[in-house]
C-alpha cells in the first residue's frame, strides 16, 4: 500500500508538471510533425512506394508516433538528473516511501506523457490519408505505453548512474539517435544489409517501432513489415513478447538501481 | 524506548582515507534545541545525511525517535523533517502543490492535510503567496516553505542544516522568530548544524565539532564559563611592542586581528584599569568583553572558526554562488 501511494504521488507531481507546463506540449510535438509533413511528404515522390502500397509519409508516420514516445518517455532520465540538480530529488529521497517505488513512478510519469504526445501525432492520420479505426487506435494506446515505460526505465536507469546534467545530455544525444534511426523509423529495416540489421535487432527500440507500424498499416503478421529473428518472421505477438522482456528487465534494473545509490 | 529522541553511538563515517565522523557519541533529549557547531567540513553535514538517512555509517550505531537509521529507514523517515543546506523545492510547482505533494509522501491523513498545510503556511506567514510559482518567491520565503514543508508532518525532529547560509541578516533574524515561535508552537526537537556563533548561542546545548570529533559538549553558557577569562582588544601605535610588553609584564601571549591584539584575563573588570595606568606603549583604543563561542573554539582547536564580518558573508555568497556555478 505504502509502494501504491509512493508510485501514486510521483506520477502525480509529474502529472501536476506537465499541466503546468502544457505549452511545452506544442514544442515536444511540433518536431515529430515537421518531419512526418516535410521529409515525409517531400520526400514521398523520390522514395516511391515502399512495400505494402503506401507512401514515404504513411511509411514513416507510425515511425513518427514511435519517436515521438521514445524521446519522450526518455525524458524520465532528464527529469530525474534535473531534480538532483535542482536540490528536490533530496526532498524525494528522504521521504519514507520505497525508492524502487519511486523509480517507478518517474517512469509511470515520464510513459504517461508520453504516450499523451503519441495520441496527438496519431490525430494526424487523416491528414496523410492513413485510415485508422477505434479498435486500432484502442490498440495503439497499450503498445505505446509498453515502448514508453521500457525506454522510460532506461532513462532512469542511466539517471541512477550518470549524476551531472552535462554528460547526461552527451550520453542522451550518443543513445537516442542511434536508437532512432536504428530501428526502422524511417527506413524499412528488411532491405538493409546484414551487417545493419544485426545493429537493429540489439536495439529494443526497433520491437516498438515495428509493432507500431504493425499495428497502424495492418501488418500483424509481419508479412510486409516484420523483422526477421534467428530466421523467423517476428509477428507483433513475438515484438511485444520482445519488448515486454526487456521493458520488465530495464524496469527492474532502474528500480535496483534506483535503491542503490547514494 | 529511552529518553532520548536522538542517540548516537561510536559513530563513524569514512570516504576513502578521509575520515568524516570519527567516532562520535552525543543524545539529545525531547523538545530540546541541540546544535551542531564547527567550521566548514568539520562532518556535520555527514552526521546529519546519516541520521537522516541518506548516508550509511561506516560503523557505529544511530538512533532517531528509537529507530536505527539504517535498519528502520522508513520509520526514521516518517519521524523527521529537514531543511537542507541547499534548497530542495520543486520550483516549478506552487508553494501550496509543493506541500501538498509533501503532505501526500508522508501519509498525512486527507481528513486533516488541508488544515495542517494552511497551519504551516501561516505559520511562516507564506499563506497570501501559496498558489504563486516557487521560483517566483525569494530567497528567504524559499527558506519559510522548506521550514513549513519540514514540519508538515509532525515530525519528532526538525534538522535544520546551515538553515541561513547565504541570506541577509535581516532574513537570518526573520527566519529564527519562525524557528523559535515553531518551537515553542509545537515542542519539535531541533537539531541544528551552524557555523554561526550567533546562532548556535540560541541554542540549550551545543557540540561543537572538529576534524570529524566533537571537542566540547555542554550549553553556550557553560562553555563559555570554561574559559573562566575576559577577552580584551587593543589596538596601539605599536603593535609588535605592544605584543612584547604585554608578555613580558603579564606573562599573556597575544593574537593578531587585523590592526589589533586580542588576549584573554581573570577579571578583566579589574584588570582594564590598572592596564591602562601602567601600560608603556601608547593605546588607541581598548574594548573588554565576555567570551564568545568563536572564543571557546579558538581555546580548544588553536584556531579560528572562521572570519569575522562582511568578508565572510562575502566568502559564503561566493561560496553559494561558486556551488551553483559548478552545476
Known amino acids: 500500500m505504502n509502494n501504491i501511494r509512493g508510485i501514486y504521488t510521483i506520477w502525480y ?85 520505497n525508492r524502487a517505488s519511486v523509480a517507478m513512478g518517474k517512469t509511470l510519469g515520464a510513459a504517461t506523457v508520453a504516450m499523451i ?145 547514494e | 524506548m529511552s529518553d532520548y529522541i536522538i542517540e548516537v553511538k561510536n559513530l563513524v563515517k569514512k570516504y576513502d582515507d578521509l575520515v568524516a565522523v570519527d567516532h562520535i557519541d552525543f543524545k539529545v533529549s525531547q523538545g530540546e534545541l541541540f546544535g551542531f557547531l564547527g567550521p566548514n567540513g568539520a562532518g556535520k553535514t555527514t552526521t546529519i545525511n546519516i541520521l537522516c538517512t541518506l548516508s550509511k555509517p561506516t560503523s557505529g550505531e544511530a538512533n532517531v525517535n528509537g529507530f536505527d537509521v539504517v535498519r528502520q529507514q522508513n520509520q526514521v523517515r516518517q519521524s523527521i523533517g529537514l531543511v537542507f543546506q541547499d534548497p530542495s523545492l520543486d520550483e516549478r510547482l506552487s508553494g501550496l502543490q509543493n506541500l501538498r505533494f509533501h503532505a501526500m509522501v508522508y501519509n498525512v491523513p486527507a481528513s486533516v492535510r488541508e488544515k495542517r498545510i494552511e497551519e504551516v503556511l501561516r505559520l ?71 557555523h554561526y556563533m550567533d546562532e548556535a548561542d540560541k541554542a540549550e546545548r551545543i557540540a561543537i565539532m572538529d576534524y570529524g570529533k566533537i571537542v566540547a559538549m555542554d550549553s553556550p553558557a557553560n562553555l563559555k564559563r570554561r574559559i573562566g577569562k575576559d577577552i580584551v582588544t587593543v589596538k596601539t601605535d605599536d603593535n609588535n611592542r605592544a605584543a612584547d610588553e604585554i608578555k613580558e609584564r603579564y606573562q599573556i601571549e597575544t593574537r593578531r586581528d587585523d590592526d589589533e591584539l586580542i588576549f584573554a584575563v581573570e577579571h578583566g573588570e579589574k584588570f582594564l584599569p590598572r592596564f591602562i595606568r601602567e601600560f608603556g606603549t601608547k593605546i588607541l583604543s581598548v574594548s573588554l568583553r565576555n567570551p564568545s563561542l568563536d572564543d571557546v573554539f579558538l581555546n580548544l582547536t588553536g584556531r579560528e572558526m572562521r572570519e569575522e564580518g562582511v568578508s565572510s558573508s562575502f566568502k559564503a555568497m561566493v561560496r553559494q554562488h561558486g556551488r551553483r556555478m559548478r552545476r
Open chain 1, 13 to 97: 507531481r509529474d502529472m501536476l508538471r506537465f499541466w503546468h507546463d502544457r505549452i511545452r506540449l506544442v514544442g515536444a510535438v511540433s518536431l515529430p510533425l515537421l518531419f512526418l509533413f516535410v521529409f515525409g511528404s517531400g520526400f514521398a515522390p523520390i522514395m516511391g512506394n515502399l512495400g505494402g502500397g503506401v507512401n514515404f509519409a504513411q511509411f514513416i508516420f507510425p515511425g513518427i508516433i514511435g519517436m515521438t514516445v521514445l524521446m519522450s518517455s526518455f525524458m524520465a532520465g532528464i527529469s530525474v538528473v534535473w531534480d538532483r540538480e535542482f536540490g528536490f530529488l533530496k526532498e524525494v529521497l528522504v521521504a519514507p516511501i
Open chain 1, 117 to 261: 504526445q503519441g495520441s496527438i501525432i496519431m490525430l494526424f492520420a487523416p491528414v496523410i490519408d492513413v485510415k485508422l479505426s477505434v479498435n486500432t487506435a484502442a490498440f495503439m494506446l497499450p503498445m505505446m505505453l509498453l515502448l514508453a515505460i521500457t525506454m522510460g526505465a532506461f532513462g532512469v536507469l542511466l539517471a541512477t548512474r550518470i549524476k551531472s546534467m552535462e554528460a547526461f545530455q552527451v550520453i542522451t544525444q550518443m543513445l537516442m539517435f542511434p536508437m532512432v534511426f536504428l530501428s526502422g523509423v524511417f527506413v524499412p529495416l528488411n532491405q538493409a544489409p546484414s551487417w545493419l540489421r544485426g545493429m537493429t535487432i540489439v536495439n529494443p527500440a526497433t520491437y516498438g517501432i515495428t509493432s507500431i507500424r504493425q499495428i497502424v498499416l495492418g501488418d500483424l503478421e509481419g508479412a510486409v513489415y516484420g523483422i526477421d529473428l534467428f530466421g523467423t518472421t517476428m509477428s507483433i505477438w513475438n515484438n511485444i513478447g520482445m519488448l515486454a522482456v526487456i521493458g520488465t528487465a530495464l524496469i527492474l534494473l532502474a528500480m535496483w538501481s534506483f535503491r542503490n545509490q
Open chain 2, 124 to 194: 511562516t506567514q507564506l499563506w497570501n503567496k501559496r498558489k504563486n510559482d516557487v521560483r517566483t518567491y525569494s530567497g528567504g520565503m524559499k527558506r519559510r516553505l522548506e521550514l513549513a514543508r519540514g514540519l508538515l508532518h509532525y515530525p519528532k525532529v526538525l534538522f535544520l542544516d546551515e538553515p541561513t547560509i547565504g541570506l541577509d541578516p535581516q532574513t537570518r533574524n526573520r527566519l529564527w522568530e519562525y524557528i523559535l515561535e515553531l518551537k515553542r508552537q509545537e515542542g519539535t526537537t531541533i537539531f541544528l548544524t551552524t
